[in-house]
């Protein structure tokens, strides 16, 4: 069975690149090496002119891209995607900017990447599609006859669904996700919102994880991602043995001191700001620890042509520049933020170096990081994990200290904690956790839900698809037509829609 992976980025490894990727990349390209197969998705690039899909093929795996329009980039990935589903879906209904245009793009590009895809199958391809920005993309295949096994996963939370529910469209949204067989989220709690968000938007029947829309049936389960910890822990012990420059520098420009660190795209939902006053309330609360400790938070920019994004990329210097004012010595700053990103060693490198991973999202879908920290640790003299209630790797990982990031003052005790904690106590905590995130790796990931959507016996395999039954919410929604436009946008190429800034 061929496996056929769509995702809304692709990126053609050159030819001897071997793993240059983060862990999900290659864990990835690892199961579509493996099985063989198609990795379909937007090139990343813009262009106005060329539509057509570039192909390349390494190895057993075929590589098949297209450019968006800058239109589409607008309204498709800036607007829909990451202005409206991504705060939406991290429980934050006060920064969803939502626009009638920008929901057209995304609808189109669905479309449009369907319409690309649907030649190139075969009859026994097992189709997994990844991520928010393509929700739509199965519905859209099924109009075009494609009755393969088609799986889905979904990287971020899935908020209740009175939050889903005030997104605009949003029972005609979740209805199109009857098309899959198979739903995979990080939690239990993503996919119990999940079901009842499709049982109260749009009147599916939900039996424990099957869930029922018209002659559609559906599986709803938790599949929590993991990384590739024994790479992650021999790139850590690595670094320690070559004293690469990250880990000789800080070194040095650290001293003594201990190092708090924080790893985060700059991204609202991470709580870097939160984590930046926590850290100061700390110092203020245990005066002891000034010039013995320093935070350390990288943050590579990311979607910076977002509004929400470079707001907090001001906010977080506002609030480093003035924590530092106040709390730093001449000989001594407390917080470092560096807005770039490092190589995956040097990243080792500094995990292996602190003796406290702080990762304090204020909703996370899993946060990959909290588990690269515990793989990078040094088994004889573990650091602690600091870890937010909010993030999925909580579900996992207990053992971390947890903790509400909305609570300043519970942070900044937990990180007291932390550093004041014996080695017996770490080393407790860490051989549990790192037990934790071995046993459900990435590629314990990639099986299971490859087995899972495997396994699964297709309800419609050899008939049509037909309509489903009435939404409660919203209008009669059809998996036998192209997926409803919003009214007030005509059907048209997504170049022909206004470009976000026009809003
Ligand atoms: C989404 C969901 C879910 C960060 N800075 C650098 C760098 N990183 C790497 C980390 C980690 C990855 O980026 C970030 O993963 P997260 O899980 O923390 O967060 P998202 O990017 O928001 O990912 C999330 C994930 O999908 C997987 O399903 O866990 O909840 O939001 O691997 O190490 N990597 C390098 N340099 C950096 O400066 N090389």
Redesign the pocket.
């Known amino acids: 069975m061929r496996l056929v992976i769509v995702s809304n980025r692709v990126t053609i490894p050159e030819r001897q690149e071997k793993v240059a990727a983060?862990?999900?990349a290659v864990a990835l390209r690892e199961a579509l090496e493996s099985r063989g197969g198609l990795w379909f998705g937007w090139s990343g690039e813009i262009s106005e002119t060329v539509r057509e899909l570039r192909t390349a093929q390494r190895g057993k795996v075929s590589y098949c891209v297209t450019d968006l329009t800058e239109a589409e980039r607008q309204t498709y990935y800036l607007g829909f995607s990451n202005r409206a589903l991504w705060p939406n879906m991290h429980y934050r209904l006060g920064l969803t900017e939502f626009s009638r245009a920008d929901y057209a793009g995304y609808l189109g590009v669905n479309r449009r990447f369907a319409k690309a895809l649907a030649p190139l199958l075969k009859p026994d391809d097992l189709i997994w599609i990844h991520?928010y920005h393509l929700i739509p993309l199965a519905a859209e295949l099924r109009r075009r006859g494609v009755t393969n096994r088609i799986g889905y996963?979904h990287?971020?939370?899935w908020p209740p669904a009175e939050v889903f529910g005030a997104l605009p469209f949003s029972a005609t949204l979740i209805s199109t996700m009857s098309a899959y067989d198979l739903i995979g989220v990080?939690t239990k709690v993503d996919a119990r919102n999940l079901c009842d968000g499709l049982a109260t938007l749009c009147g599916a029947q939900v039996d424990g994880d099957r869930v029922s829309m018209g002659r559609r049936r559906t599986l709803v389960r938790a599949f929590p991602?993991g990384?590739d910890v024994e790479a992650f822990r021999r790139l850590a012990s690595a670094s320690v043995r070559a004293a690469t420059i990250p880990i000789r520098t800080t070194k040095q420009s650290l001293g003594e001191r201990k190092l708090v660190i924080g790893?985060?795209?700059l991204?609202y939902?991470?709580g870097i700001v939160q984590r930046l006053e926590a850290f100061g309330t700390f110092l203020r609360n245990h005066p002891e620890y000034s010039r013995r400790v320093g935070l350390l938070q990288?943050?590579?920019p990311?979607r910076s042509d977002v509004p929400e994004y470079a707001e907090l990329d001001r906010q977080s210097d506002e609030t480093a520049g003035r924590l530092n004012a106040a709390l730093g010595e001449f000989d001594w700053t407390p917080i470092r933020v560096v807005k770039?990103?490092?190589?995956?060693n040097?990243?080792a490198g500094f995990y292996r170096r602190a003796q406290v991973g702080l990762v304090t999202?204020m909703r996370?879908?899993?946060?990959?990081?909290?588990k690269?920290y515990i793989a990078a640790q040094d088994p004889e003299d573990p650091g602690v994990l600091v870890l937010s209630r909010f993030?999925?790797?909580s579900h996992q990982m207990g053992e971390a200290l947890i903790v509400n990031p909305y609570d300043t003052h519970e942070v900044a005790e937990a990180i007291r904690t932390a550093l004041a904690m014996p080695r017996s106590e770490r080393l407790r905590r860490f051989q549990t956790l790192y037990a934790t995130i071995d046993a459900t790796d990435i590629d314990w990931w990639t099986s299971r839900y490859l087995d899972a959507l495997a396994g699964i016996e297709t309800v419609e395999e050899e008939a049509p698809p037909r309509p489903v039954k009435r939404g409660r919410a919203g209008r009669a929604i059809s998996l036998a037509r192209s997926v409803d436009l919003p009214p007030g946008t005509t059907r048209r190429t997504s170049r022909a829609i206004a470009p976000a800034a026009s809003r």
Request: aromatic residues 4%; glycine residues 10%.
């Open positions: 983060g862990g999900l991520d996963f990287h971020i939370p990080q991602i990384i790893v985060d795209r991204d939902s991470k990288i943050a590579p990311s770039k990103a490092y190589s995956r040097a990243l999202p996370d879908g899993m946060n990959l990081v909290a690269e993030a999925g790797a």
